[in-house]
Every structure is written in C-alpha cells, then in structure tokens.
C-alpha cells in the first residue's frame, strides 16, 4: 500500500514539473527579426506562443528580411495583425508545388489561413517554385481575413481565396501570376489592387458555392499583363456557379474580346454569373462578349459595395433548399 501511494506521490511530482515546463501561451504584441533582434526569428515560432481564440486583438510585427518558411495560421488563432516593416523587404518565402513528392495543390501553399480575423498588412508573400505546375503563395479558408499593401507573387494558382463562408478584403495589393492565379470558393474584394498576367491565360477560377450571393468583386483595380502577352480571359468557371465581377476597373491588358471561358462545359453557362460595369482600357470593349456573360445596370452596379459583398449575403433561394433534398 505504501509503495502504491508512493508511486502515485512520484506521478504527481512529475506531472507537475511537466506542466511548469511548459510556456505559457502570450496575448500580447510580439515582434519577429532574423537578426534576433526581436522576440523570435521565425514567423512560424512567434504564431505558435501565441494564446487560442485571443480575446483581444494583437500585433506580430514582422522587420526586413527574407523570412523561407512555410507557415500556417491556425484555426483555433484569430485577431492577429502580420504587419511588416516594408512590403517590398518583409518576404515570406518558399518554392512547393504540385508533384513535388507528394504534395499536391493545397499542399503546396507559402502561408495557409484557416483562422478567423486574421490581417497581413505591408510585406510580401511569394511561391518561388516556378512555372513548374501549382504553386499556391497565399491559401485561405479563415473568415474575415484582410489583406492590404501587401504583394502577392507566384505563377500558376498564386492566390487559393477559399473557404464556402470565407470573407476576404484585398486592399492596395499586387498579384501576379499565370494560370487562374486567383481561385477557390470565398467570398472576395478586391479593391484598388494591380493584377498582373504573367502569360496569356485566364485570371480567376472561381468556384462560388450556389448559396453564396457574391463570389469574386474587382472594383477599382488595373489589370496588366507583361510585354508578349496578347490572349488573356477574366475568368472561367473551376465549378458550376462561379461569380466573378468587375466594376470601374481599368482593363490596360490584352483581355480577348470574348472576355470569359466556360473551360470546356457549355452547361455552366447556365448558371455562371461574370459580369462587367463601367471599366474602361484596351480590353474593356464588351461588344464581342460571350452571351452568357452579364453588363450589370447602374442600379445593379451599385449593390456591389465594399458592404454589402462581405456582409456574407446568401442567395436565398438556393440556401433554403439544401435541406429539402
């Protein structure tokens, strides 16, 4: 009986100096330099100190540098600003891509983020695989996720803008890319942004889920492509019920004069929505667009608010169905 009590004593002692090794969690400011300058020299090393379901909104302030990493935001981690010193000098890198080994497209990303209320702002995310396939820089499924005055750089999938309830706010960003270099099933806003077609392709491949109101909004923003390029398309359909929109966008790029691809599926035509309004440039003439394709009205124009796309409206009639099947 003593030796029980004794070994029980002993699993207590143990215990207990386990869990006084452990660090606790922080719910403060932090500050990441490759110079050790700051609390931690790794991105990914400041995000895991970091408290769950923080109560308060915090700041990880990123200085200069190139920071090669693959990094993850979790879930469970939400209201945390990644602010970087400058978005030409605070780089995020790293080269996966599909078929490298195992991986696979949504294996292949620079920075997931799957959680909530989560803003990068001033710094650099890139995919420096190359024009070897998919290479995703920026995957996100978190909801009310902000991106501003950052750089987005890759090739082919650049921006994996996903999550079937996700909202995201692009804001004075650059985005580059080649092959459907932005796509998924979130909801999003781009606003005042520079997207740039590194090859003759088509730039969005959305995949708006039937329920969701809003898929992808351009508003205010210029699209440009590199020298050579001549065959360039503002989107094609990834599923059925892809919504992609631009309004008062300068189109300073060799956009077809078809404008949209229905990828080889007469049938999504059905159900796609790709609109235009009031764009203007060298590829905004809509006089040989697809029929399929929508010129919204001034009225129908002006619900594509800033507001209105990420209040998360849903397409009722398509929403209230689901459960009747």
């Known amino acids: ?3 029980k009590v004794f070994k029980l004593f002993l699993l207590f002692i143990f215990s207990t100096a386990s869990l006084q090794a452990q660090p606790l969690k922080v719910q403060h400011d932090l500050t990441v330099a490759k110079d050790g300058s700051g609390d931690f020299q790794y991105i990914q090393d400041a995000i895991n100190a970091v408290r769950v ?6 700041t990880i302030k990123i200085k200069n540098g190139v920071y090669i990493e ?20 605070t780089i995020i890198s ?10 696979e497209t949504f294996d292949s990303y620079t920075v997931k983020v799957m959680g909530n209320d989560i803003r990068f702002e001033n710094l650099t995310i890139q995919n420096t695989a190359g024009r070897v396939g998919q290479g ?19 090739n082919q999938d650049t921006i994996f803008a996903s999550g079937e309830n996700s909202r995201q706010y692009f804001s004075e960003c650059y985005i580059e890319g080649t092959v459907d270099f932005i796509f998924g ?11 740039h077609c590194k090859s003759n392709s088509f730039i969005t491949a959305a995949s708006t889920p039937r329920w969701v109101k809003y898929g992808y909004v351009f508003k205010d923003c210029k699209i440009t492509a590199a020298e050579g390029i001549d065959k360039v398309y503002l989107g094609r359909p990834w599923r059925d019920y ?10 300073n790029a060799p956009i077809l004069a078809k404008g949209w691809d229905n990828w080889s599926r007469p049938e999504v035509e059905k159900t796609t929505l790709y609109a235009e309004y009031g764009n203007v440039g060298q590829g905004a003439n809509t006089k ?5 394709s929508h010129q919204l009205s001034q009225e129908q124009a002006k619900l594509y608010t800033k507001e209105n796309v990420l209040a998360g409206q849903l397409n009722l009639e398509a929403s209230n169905s689901w459960f009747a099947k």
């Open 1 to 3: 009986m003593c030796q």
């Open 53 to 58: 379901y923080l109560p308060k909104p915090i």
């Open 70 to 89: 693959k990094i993850e935001v979790y879930s469970t981690l939400t209201n945390i600003t990644f602010l970087g010193e400058s978005a030409d000098s």
């Open 94 to 103: 790293y080269d996966d891509y599909s078929g490298k080994g195992k991986l």
């Open 136 to 154: 995703v820089a920026l995957h996100v499924e978190g909801d009310r996720c902000v991106f501003k005055k950052c750089k987005l750089l890759g």
């Open 185 to 195: 099933s979130a909801t999003a806003f781009f606003e005042n942004c520079r997207i």
């Open 242 to 251: 892809a919504k992609t929109v631009f309004i008062h966008c300068d189109l």
């Open 288 to 292: 040989g667009r697809v029929a399929w």
